[in-house]
Structure formats: C-alpha cells, structure tokens
C-alpha cells in the first residue's frame, strides 16, 4: 500500500460491513483499527463516566453527543500503534465531528489520506442486523446466515461467545438508520467535496468487498 493510504475513515450506515473491513484491512496493513462503537462498549463495559454517560443514547439508537466522542478519539490517536496510520470505523458521525477531526489531524501534520464509503441497500441493512452476531471477547462479528461461525455460538478466533447487541434489536436498527440518514449521510458530500470520497458497493460477499478495496486504495 503506499504511504498516501494510511490515515482512513470508513464510513457507512450500521450493517454495512465496515467494521469487518477495517479489522481485515488493518490486520493486513499493520494500522490501528478505531472503532468508537467499540471504545463506547468497553467504557460501558468498565463503567467509566464516559460509559454511564453514553448508555441511554446507545440503547436509543442515536447519537453520543460530539464533545465525548470527539475527545475518546483524541485520546485515542495519542497511543503509539497509530503512528503507522489508522483506520476510523464509525467516527466521524456527524460534520461537527469531521470537522473537529480534521483540526486536530491537521494539529497533528496527519491528514487523512481516504474516506471509504461502503454503500448498501437499507432493506439489506435491516436483514444483516437482524441476524448479526457479536463476539463478546474480541469484537468479531458474524452473522448467523452469510458468515457464520464454525461453531454455533463461539467465535472462530477466539472461542469467545458469541451474542446479539441490544441495539440490533429491530426496533433499535430503524433509529439507527434514521439516525443515519439525518445526520451521517451529510458526509458523504461533505468528504467528496474535499476530494477524499472512495465509494464502494459494499452489498457484495466480504470477498468481494475486500477486493474493491484493495483495487479502490491501492490506485490511490
Ligand atoms: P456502532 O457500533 O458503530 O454501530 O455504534 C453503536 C452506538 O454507539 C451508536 O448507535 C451510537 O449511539 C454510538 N456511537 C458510535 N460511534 C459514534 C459516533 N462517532 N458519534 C456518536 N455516537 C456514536
């Protein structure tokens, strides 16, 4: 990969495959997979102040406010393993948090290279959440029908067990994906307005999709 493909964001609405990509992509790079949802989980997981505080907007499907967020992923790109590139999976969320993101890369002299757009059909969103599975030791996700695991229940790396999210329950996934649209899918124009926009049709296998992306940010 060149060195102008280091500093990515992956973005897309809930189900849609990114946070698969990133762990693959970033395993394979040797880049820092960042994944807010996952950080807010831990935190809710520990009970930290951030945790507590995130809870009701997550068990709601909508978002955790800017400033919390905005400051978990400052934090976050302190630590050493980013220092080769990074892959932001879920963050930003709104044009608030892009732009708080792009002052501080810039702060930082570490622009982003990409922004990654994984585009899905909503009606395909629903039925992959409906039957998505979360490991609850590593973060690995499945889905009961289009990737399942070798065993029922335990996930394929780690033996951890697997479960449901709460917030893939249908009721949660239609918030979410309003969410979304209100207030995500502005980035969309807002990053292809920068030149940094790559979109790909993430409807397809992971296979399929890794290979887009390899072709997507290998010509950059
Ligand atoms: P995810 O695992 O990315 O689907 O995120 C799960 C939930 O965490 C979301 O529905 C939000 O409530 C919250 N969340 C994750 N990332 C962000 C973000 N960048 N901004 C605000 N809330 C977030």
């Given at each position: 990969m060149s060195p102008r493909s280091h500093n990515l964001v992956f973005l897309g609405p809930p189900g849609a495959g990114k946070g698969t990509q990133a762990a693959r992509w970033a395993l394979r790079h040797g880049l820092a997979h960042i994944s807010t949802g996952d950080l807010l989980r831990e935190n809710l997981k520990d009970q930290t102040s951030v945790g507590m505080m995130a809870q009701d907007f997550m068990d709601r499907g909508v978002l955790v406010p800017d400033d919390v967020v905005c400051q978990m992923v400052r934090d976050r790109l302190e630590?050493?393993?980013?220092e080769p590139g990074f892959i932001l999976d879920g963050f930003p969320r709104t044009v608030g948090q892009a732009d708080a993101l792009a002052r501080d890369l810039a702060r930082r002299h570490r622009p982003l290279t990409r922004v990654v757009s994984f585009a899905v059909r909503e009606e395909d969103l629903v039925v992959r959440l409906a039957g998505r599975l979360t490991c609850g030791r590593c973060g690995r996700v499945f889905h009961?029908?289009?990737?399942?695991?070798?065993?029922?229940?335990?996930?394929?790396?780690?033996d951890g067990e697997l479960f449901s999210r709460s917030d893939d329950s249908e009721e949660t996934v239609l918030a979410r994906l309003a969410t979304y649209r209100e207030e995500t899918a502005p980035l969309l124009s807002w990053y292809r307005d920068r030149d940094l926009l790559t979109d790909i049709d993430?409807?397809?296998s992971i296979e399929a999709v890794e290979g887009a992306l390899e072709r997507a940010l290998e010509c950059q």
């Open positions: 630590h050493q393993d980013t009961q029908k289009s990737n399942a695991p070798k065993a029922q229940g335990v996930c394929d790396d780690c993430a409807s397809q």
